[in-house]
């Protein structure tokens, strides 16, 4: 048809020819233009902003003081939430999180907090907007100020406050602390006009002598037009069954997490807990700690299963806030319908185009021998290397070193394996000490919490005696495949490198009898620790 076309404009006057062509363009464009129509394309993401604040202390938190001066104290930190939540605006955030403890502080008594206090009333109970009707309640301005920061820069807000409540009448006595009142660790949650929405009580405490633990765990949601659904928790909430495993059990993919963390490496590090989190739990975790060198708290970070957005300070750095903005994909499974989202991965601070994680095929260079399944120290074949015990985070790990260039290492706890391939690059040029633990047990300092535990990591000398001391950096870069059989569904794998800079795991497999495996190479910098962080939520009481 095109040659016929073509044929007979040979025949037609130079009028002719250009009113042809215009007819055949215009024809054309419309055909095109029905053919390809489509319903415009769902943008389903959203920006969020999480703050890492350098907050103003009380000097004397166990002193206390009257409302007034609780208030002017509280305002100070309010002053930079309200730079910051202008600040996020402008770059298009849609929620905004701050930290744990970013208003008040630490390390207050229980009568000491009491000028900190307000009576935060359930949203689930009353609609109110307290930038709007600042008259309802009393002793509310902190509630205000904050209403009216989530109204004026149009977002949603996430802040962390000190909550007062009274022992309702129908409460057995016996659970009331002596004063007549609980007093709670709180999270607020303001919709874009103001008006409150959601309200969460800290339900695992963490040598918080101020606060009360809530008579029940809370499960605590909030929906938003922009991304659906999102969950509440905060800080050591993250380490435990409630409230953070029964949301993930009921479907909620995307969770606020204000913290006060004090990192702990070499498993526990914020930024490295708060990445492994998301991968492991296959979530969206919006991560805001607070900034304190005196106190060992920095790392906050915007995290999807497939990217990181993150800050973590280095020692040396000016002690300030850092606020962090991103793009990220909705992962609420009732707002996305079957709908494939695109992610965009940012590692450090640099966007990459992203592409789907190792589907398990390797190029014959990096391929690793499938490693025999890990299942009891007498079915597995060990390297001629001892083992040895060293304490890592408190808790009794069985070690044994990595004493070749490459090579194959497996080492147990009991009946727990775990099972170590290596190659390290470039050979010969590191005398640093690397070692592959294992630990299932029962974890008893600062909190009780059952684990199974994989981990390489670099030791702090070169004497056994340093494995599993903190570590911060490291020069030997290494090709790996780590891999354990865990009693437990929920494990949390993390990769740190020199500095304290996060690696995505080049690929991960979980398998129907347990076992998790994590494969990387190509790693940008030295290793500092990977790891496998089981959580044995169902021990945890006996």
């Known amino acids: 048809m095109v040659y016929?076309?073509?044929?007979?404009?040979?025949?037609?006057?130079?009028?002719?020819?250009?009113?042809?062509?215009?007819?055949?363009?215009?024809?054309?464009?419309?055909?095109?233009?029905?053919?390809?129509?489509?319903?415009?394309?769902?943008?389903?993401?959203?920006v969020a902003a999480v703050y890492e604040h350098n907050l103003v202390l009380n000097p004397e938190p166990r002193v206390p003081l009257s409302r007034p001066a609780a208030l002017q104290h509280m305002q100070k930190n309010l002053d930079v939430y309200e730079e910051q939540a202008a600040l996020a605006a402008q770059q298009?955030?849609?929620i905004l999180v701050f930290p744990e403890d970013g208003l008040h502080g630490f390390n207050f008594s229980r009568s000491s907090i009491s000028g900190y206090l307000e009576t935060i009333p359930d949203p689930q109970q009353e609609s109110w907007n307290p930038c709007t009707e600042p008259g309802k309640y009393n002793n509310t301005e902190v509630l205000q100020r904050l209403s009216c920061m989530a109204r004026r820069y149009n977002l949603y807000l996430v802040a962390n406050m000190a909550d007062l409540q009274p022992c309702p009448l129908k409460t057995d006595p016996s659970s009331c602390p002596s004063d007549g009142h609980w007093q709670f660790n709180t999270n607020v949650v303001f919709r874009s006009?103001?008006?409150?929405?959601?309200?969460?009580?800290?339900?695992?405490?963490?040598?918080?002598?101020?606060?009360d633990t809530p008579p029940q765990p809370e499960i605590t949601t909030f929906d938003t037009p922009f991304a659906g659904k999102f969950g509440l928790i905060i800080c050591f909430d993250i380490l435990f069954h409630e409230p953070t495993v029964t949301l993930l059990e009921k479907g909620v993919r995307q969770l606020i997490f204000p913290t006060a963390w004090m990192n702990q490496l070499p498993l526990l590090d914020a930024?490295?807990?708060?990445?492994?989190?998301?991968?492991?739990?296959?979530?969206?975790?919006?991560?805001?700690?607070?900034?304190?060198?005196?106190?060992?708290?920095t790392g906050s970070g915007i995290y999807t299963p497939s990217s990181a957005t993150y800050h973590h300070a280095q020692k040396g750095d000016p002690e300030k806030g850092r606020l962090l903005v991103a793009r990220v994909p909705v992962l609420d499974p009732l707002l996305m319908g079957q709908s494939v989202v695109t992610e965009e991965r940012v590692v450090r601070g640099e966007s990459t185009s992203s592409t789907a994680t190792d589907s398990g095929h390797c190029h014959k260079e990096n391929c690793f021998d499938p490693p025999p399944p890990p299942e009891t120290a007498s079915s597995v074949l060990f390297s001629s290397s001892t083992t040895f015990t060293s304490s890592m985070m408190y808790d009794p790990f069985i070690f044994i070193l990595l004493n070749e260039t490459e090579g194959k290492v497996n080492v147990c706890d009991g009946t727990f394996c775990c099972h170590l391939q290596y190659r390290r690059l470039p050979p010969g040029d590191s005398k640093e000490l690397y070692a592959l633990g294992a630990f299932a047990g029962t974890h008893t300092v600062n909190g009780r919490y059952?684990?199974?535990?994989?981990?390489?990591?670099?030791?702090?000398?070169?004497?056994?005696?340093?494995?599993g001391q903190e570590v911060e950096e490291a020069e030997s870069k290494m090709d790996f495949l780590l891999e354990g059989r865990f009693g437990t569904r929920y494990v949390y794998p993390?990769?740190?490198?020199?500095?304290?800079?996060?690696?995505?795991p080049e690929h991960l497999e979980t398998a129907a009898d347990g076992r998790v495996t994590m494969k990387h190479s190509n790693m940008t910098d030295g290793l500092v620790t990977a790891c496998l962080y089981g959580r044995m939520y169902h021990l945890d009481n006996e």
């Open 271 to 297: 930024i490295q807990f708060q990445r492994a989190f998301s991968i492991g739990a296959n979530v969206t975790l919006l991560a805001a700690n607070i900034r304190s060198d005196r106190l060992i708290m």
């Open 450 to 467: 059952a684990l199974q535990v994989c981990a390489l990591v670099r030791c702090a000398g070169l004497d056994v005696s340093s494995c």
């Open 494 to 504: 993390s990769l740190l490198v020199n500095k304290l800079v996060l690696e995505q």
């Open 193 to 211: 006009d103001g008006l409150l929405v959601a309200r969460y009580h800290k339900h695992n405490l963490y040598f918080e002598e101020a606060f």
């Open 4 to 46: 016929q076309v073509r044929l007979d404009k040979c025949a037609m006057s130079v009028v002719e020819e250009t009113m042809f062509l215009l007819l055949v363009v215009f024809v054309s464009f419309s055909l095109t233009s029905a053919v390809g129509q489509t319903e415009p394309a769902v943008d389903y993401s959203y």
């Open 92 to 94: 298009g955030a849609q």
